[in-house]
């Protein structure tokens, strides 16, 4: 089954559907970033034996392509919670180390306060137009149709925005959903698990 799933979404992620995100030459640097990102993650929570020096090394390498490799450390901590044996957080700590070394550096050489001036939008107006994207992403994630790389979407300036009230019944619905299925059913928590890391994995892009 892991296979086949392996298989599968190897041929969804050649689909000519994604061709214009794909063929996007200029986002390099987020397709390397996952790349490593998710090398970094097998390496370390999947392979047997681990290879923790590997992981390591990709994990540095996907911070070189995008700073949103960073989000490995968080998912790493999510994936240890979900294990039924004794946690090995100290195995973490390379990484943890490695991405304080990386914000230290960015940070001496200006990289992130430039970065953090250069806002796309006021953070107010990122969050509330971030709450339609969320919706957005997931019905792109069912049906990856009219992928481009500048969607058509407003900014939104107010929460009173008929589609971030909607955005945000429809995830407040989710969430609850999710929340009652787990305490019900026991085997439906690992949704939960993968609402996380939907939501942990877009945490940067979403600020």
């Not at 979404?9 to 794909?22: D, E, K, M, N, Y």
């Not at 070394?101 to 306060?113: D, H, K, W």
């Amino acid at each position: 089954q892991e296979s086949l799933a392996w298989w599968v979404g190897a041929v969804f992620a050649v689909h000519p559907l994604h061709r214009q995100a794909v063929n996007y030459i200029s986002a390099r640097s987020e397709l390397l970033g996952a790349v490593f990102l998710l090398s970094a993650l097998y390496a370390t929570a999947f392979a047997s034996p681990r290879r923790p020096r590997l992981a390591l090394l990709c994990f540095a390498l996907g911070l070189l392509a995008k700073s949103v490799a960073l989000v490995l450390v968080p998912l790493l901590a999510l994936l240890e919670m979900r294990r039924n044996r004794k946690r090995e957080w100290r195995s973490h700590i390379p990484f943890w180390i490695l991405a304080a070394v990386y914000l230290a550096v960015i940070s001496a050489n200006g990289f992130l306060t430039g970065s953090l001036a250069n806002l796309v939008r006021p953070l107010d107006v990122q969050m509330l137009t971030q709450v339609k994207a969320v919706v957005y992403y997931l019905v792109l994630h069912i049906m990856p149709a009219g992928l481009s790389v500048v969607h058509d979407f407003s900014a939104s300036e107010s929460v009173a925005d008929g589609a971030v009230v909607c955005s945000l019944l429809f995830l407040g619905t989710l969430a609850a959903s999710l929340v009652w299925a787990a305490a019900k059913w026991r085997s439906t928590a690992m949704v939960g698990v993968g609402a996380a890391w939907f939501l942990i994995g877009l945490s940067l892009t979403f600020v």
